[in-house]
């Protein structure tokens, strides 16, 4: 498989999800690296990232699906990998050319079901999402979600949690920093990039919160109601120190 993603959390939990269901897959981080790599290699199916610099999936789809780039397979199948769950984000895919759609978090199980709707798979191993204990922070952090990431191996480790967290510990003061000044200086676009970008990281740990309040500050940013981009981008402050609270708790009681 090809995988395009520009968020280094999501690369690696998709690149040991796939490991898991036994499948390969090379990593590019943005829709131009795909069409180059698309052209060189050949591929059963593309995990497409909808927002991405330089070429975002839905661009890198069209081309694909135009039939007009050499070498590259216009009938790829094609999986959207989004943060947007919404009905109209859905169609959007499907209109660019898309197969099928998934949302951030990744799920294993949701996983290998787009990838059977697609015609691979059959003989993909049939794994279940295993439910995990309850926790007070549940309303902030997903069970499921960090359930998976525990039992993924790590980079460096056993288990890939520890390292998710140590990501978004040490990036997560510049990227709300960058976020704040960005409102200041009244630089919507870069304002919705950056969110979007945020929206992405933290799916990887589950911490649906701060992804909800980080693409409301996009959309929000997307629609120049800077009113609303101050209410916004509080709101996901405010949620964010209330995912740090979470983490701790979490790192205590996994020690």
């Not at 040490?170 to 969110?195: M, N, W, Y």
């Given at each position: 498989l090809l995988m395009a993603e520009d968020n280094l959390a999501n690369q690696v939990v998709g690149r040991m999800l796939l490991a898991r269901l036994g499948l390969q897959v090379d990593i590019v981080d943005n829709g131009a690296a795909a069409l180059a790599r698309l052209a060189g290699d050949t591929y059963d199916a593309v995990l497409m990232d909808c927002q991405m610099p330089v070429m975002d999936g839905y661009e890198a789809t069209r081309r694909i699906r135009a039939g007009a780039l050499r070498g590259i397979n216009p009938t790829v199948p094609i999986i959207a990998v989004t943060a947007y769950a919404m009905r109209e984000d859905r169609g959007r895919c499907l209109e660019a050319g898309m197969d099928d759609y998934i949302s951030k978090p990744i799920r294993v199980a949701e996983l290998r079901a787009a990838l059977v709707r697609c015609g691979l798979g059959c003989e993909l191993p049939a794994i279940g999402e295993i439910p995990a204990a309850p926790s007070s922070d549940a309303g902030i952090l997903d069970p499921r979600t960090l359930h998976s990431a525990r039992t993924l191996p790590g980079v460096?480790?056993?288990?890939?949690?520890?390292?998710?967290?140590?990501?978004?510990?040490?990036?997560?003061?510049?990227?709300?920093?960058?976020?704040?000044?960005?409102?200041?200086?009244?630089?919507?676009?870069?304002?919705?990039?950056?969110?979007?970008s945020l929206a992405g990281e933290v799916a990887a740990l589950g911490a649906l919160t701060v992804r909800d309040a980080a693409l409301e500050l996009e959309r929000a940013a997307r629609a120049s109601d800077v009113g609303r981009v101050q209410h916004r981008l509080a709101a996901l402050l405010a949620e964010a120190a209330r995912l740090r609270g979470a983490l701790g708790r979490l790192k205590l009681s996994d020690s």
């Open positions: 460096n480790g056993p288990s890939l949690l520890p390292e998710l967290i140590a990501q978004h510990l040490a990036s997560e003061p510049a990227a709300l920093a960058a976020l704040t000044e960005s409102v200041r200086d009244g630089d919507l676009p870069k304002l919705a990039e950056q969110a979007h």
